[in-house]
């Protein structure tokens, strides 16, 4: 089955710096990307999203990179601010199936 | 927009109780999801529905566990009898049919805790 894994169970940054929140999955059959913020109290939150046949896009602040020849998916908040601070998620979902499976999460902390 | 609401937002319960958990999905979209949030073992999907059908439930722990959708604005989670293993945070997610790649869209969850 798919197993999506994150580098980093937590990443502390400074107010101002660039973070980036890694995740490497297996299955080469994944054709859609998502990263999700999940703040306190609250449901995951969509960030961005990315398909397979694309390796960059670029949001509000934030960018995701997808590297298909290694499987591994990266998103880069860029001037990281307090309202950052959440833990990200990133999932996965295989070509023909609508089941996404979830990282584990990474946790965000940005220090003013 | 108002998203999708979830009710309740917290729920205790005593062991062998049964517990129903609503949700109201994005008017317009045609898949709803249930997902369980643990520490343990993150996010998972327990089923999924698309136009009121149940899709796939593989992921429904249980007999004990039971889902319906009776129409497209309401879904429920039951859990019959509850176990201290259930506490957990349960999530509901709807997307659009039409567009192969849309996001889903969560809930903010009912958190549950059987004592």
Known sequence: GESVGLHLPTLSVQEGDNSIINCAYSNSASDYFIWYKQESGKGPQFIIDIRSNMDKRQGQRVTVLLNKTVKHLSLQIAATQPGDSAVYFCAVRNTGFQKLVFGTGTRLLVSP | ?115
């Open chain 2, 1 to 115: 927009d108002a998203g999708v609401i979830q009710s309740p937002r917290h729920e205790v319960t005593e062991m062998g109780q049964e517990v129903t958990l609503r949700c109201k999905p994005i008017s317009g979209h045609d898949y709803l999801f249930w997902y369980r949030q643990t520490m343990m073992r993150g996010l998972e999907l327990l089923i999924y529905f698309n136009n009121n059908v149940p899709i796939d439930d593989s992921g429904m722990p249980e007999d004990r566990f039971s889902a319906k959708m009776p129409n497209a604005s309401f879904s429920t989670l039951k859990i019959q009898p509850s176990e201290p293993r259930d506490s957990a945070v349960y999530f509901c997610a709807s997307r659009r049919d039409g567009i192969n790649n849309s996001p889903l869209h969560f809930g903010n969850g009912t958190r549950l805790t059987v004592t």
